[in-house]
């Protein structure tokens, strides 16, 4: 099985453009965007992981089976934060009982 090999000119674009979204991260810190400041700040990072895992772990040159393995570790991942929002979210629905 052949290598993809990956030119040091690749990697910089891309160390670039992470350089770039650290620092659009420190500048939206600066504004009072509500609670729109923290989703602001997760697709930035989520943005970054991505460029992350695609280039500097290779697996954007990688199988259809290692990409649906990756997938599937995200779509756990999801799966799981949602259920524990859902837990969050619904806790003041019900009151105790005996108050």
């Not at 991260?25 to 989520?46: C, E, M, P, Q, R």
């Not at 199988?63 to 837990?87: E, F, P």
């Amino acid at each position: 099985m052949s290598e993809h090999i990956v030119t040091k000119k690749q990697y910089a674009h891309v160390f670039v453009i992470l350089l770039i979204l650290t620092l659009t991260t420190s500048w939206a810190a600066y504004f009072d965007l509500g609670k729109l400041n923290v989703v602001v700040a997760l697709v930035i990072a989520t943005i970054k992981a991505s460029l992350v895992v695609l280039f500097f772990m290779h697996v954007y040159w990688q199988t259809k089976l290692t990409k649906l393995v990756v997938v599937s570790g995200v779509a756990w991942l999801a799966l799981l934060l949602w259920l524990t929002l859902t837990d969050i979210v619904s806790r003041g629905w019900l009151p105790f009982p005996g108050k």
